[in-house]
């Protein structure tokens, strides 16, 4: 019976004007709480992630060092403008991305800030991820909870996902506004996806040192023996490295009566070693996006050369170009993710 009154009184406040806003009114708040009991158990842990990053002082110290490069490169890149303006290349279609590529020479462009600073933000936010959790003794109790162990170190990696993705795209788009005020030159269409694939890439490139040092977290028991593994991979992939190429190259370097097949052979065997590298990757690759003029990543011969036309590619080409530096960081990001998984999904975790 009451039930029934219950939908008799609701039928009738519909049809009274002064009691149909209110009807509406607590209809929408048993709607929301019916929505808040069903909250998905990962989509509160992915929230508490976000926030707990956004809120820490390493992502705003971070987020401000990156804000600042911007600065910094929209400057330099207003000044390589108005040098090409003086210039002969001033008829270039592709004008508005000389502001993430030109230079004056002061300081270097946009997207080699983000080569040089993209892996530090991505340590920052995964090198402590799994350890520290477990080193303050809440991995137990989360997991006491009954959810699945998969949902925590996914939630991890999707929470920092979403931050870098929004700080980004916010900074790329912040840099085309001012370039767009400052110069008055809108960008053409391709230039806009040129540059949203370019802070896509960007994006990737420092998913790969996220799933890195997520999975140093994993493997390590003190976060700061995971920051240092990770800080040390970054110092060897940008130092140190290049050392070793150098030597090997000029141990190996062709003598001056090398046939043409052999100088190529040459430089083809230093570019392969050089491709290891996350960094060669993702600069190959946004080289091509933000300069349509480069038309090939490797040595061409005179034969090869002879009746090419001189051109920018439209931009499927130079996906096409890119595509195995593509590929080459999607895999070595899933390889590294993959293998933090199942570290974890084996991981013995007692209580404290």
Not at 148 to 154: A, C, L, S
Not at 200 to 226: D, E, G, H, K
Not at 231 to 251: E, G
Not at 279 to 298: E, N
Request: positive net charge; aromatic residues 12%; contains cysteine.
């Amino acid at each position: 019976m009451s039930s029934t009154s219950d939908n008799v009184q609701s039928v009738e406040g519909q049809n009274r004007p002064g009691k149909k806003r209110l009807f509406a009114s607590s209809s929408f708040i048993a709607w929301f709480k019916t929505d808040e009991r069903i909250i998905h158990p990962f989509r509160v842990i992915v929230g508490k992630e976000m926030s707990d990053h956004i809120r820490s002082w390493r992502f705003i110290i971070l987020l401000s060092l990156i804000a600042l490069t911007c600065l910094a490169s929209v400057y330099t890149g207003l000044a390589g403008i108005g040098a090409k303006l003086n210039s002969t290349d001033s008829g270039s279609p592709y004008f508005f991305l000389l502001l993430f590529t030109s230079s004056d020479g002061t300081l270097p462009p946009f997207f080699v800030f983000v080569s040089f600073l993209g892996p530090l933000l991505g340590i920052s936010l995964g090198f402590d991820a799994i350890n520290s959790e477990q080193t303050h003794g809440t991995l137990s109790r989360i997991l006491a909870q009954p959810i699945h162990r998969d949902y925590i170190i996914n939630a991890k990696f999707l929470s920092a996902l979403n931050i870098i993705s929004v700080m980004f795209f916010s900074l790329g788009f912040l840099v085309m506004g001012a370039g767009l005020i400052l110069t008055g030159i809108p960008p053409t269409s391709e230039e806009f996806l040129r540059i949203v694939c370019f802070l896509m890439l960007s994006i990737l490139y420092v998913s790969f040192w996220l799933n890195l040092s997520i999975l140093f977290s994993v493997r390590f028991r003190q976060p700061a023996t995971s920051a240092l593994a990770g800080i040390a991979v970054w110092l060897f992939f940008t130092v140190f490295y290049s050392i070793i190429v150098s030597l090997i190259a000029r141990a190996a370097s062709p003598s001056e009566t090398a046939s043409v097949q052999q100088v190529a052979g040459y430089q083809e065997m230093i570019l392969n070693m050089l491709r290891v590298l996350p960094s060669q990757l993702y600069s190959d690759a946004t080289t091509t996006l933000l300069v349509p003029t480069v038309r090939s990543l490797g040595p061409l011969t005179m034969e090869q050369i002879v009746g090419a036309i001189p051109g920018p590619l439209p931009l499927g080409q130079s996906l096409l170009l890119v595509w195995p530096q593509i590929t080459g960081l999607i895999a070595s990001s899933i390889l590294c993710f993959v293998f933090s998984y199942i570290s974890f999904m084996k991981k013995e975790i007692r209580s404290r």
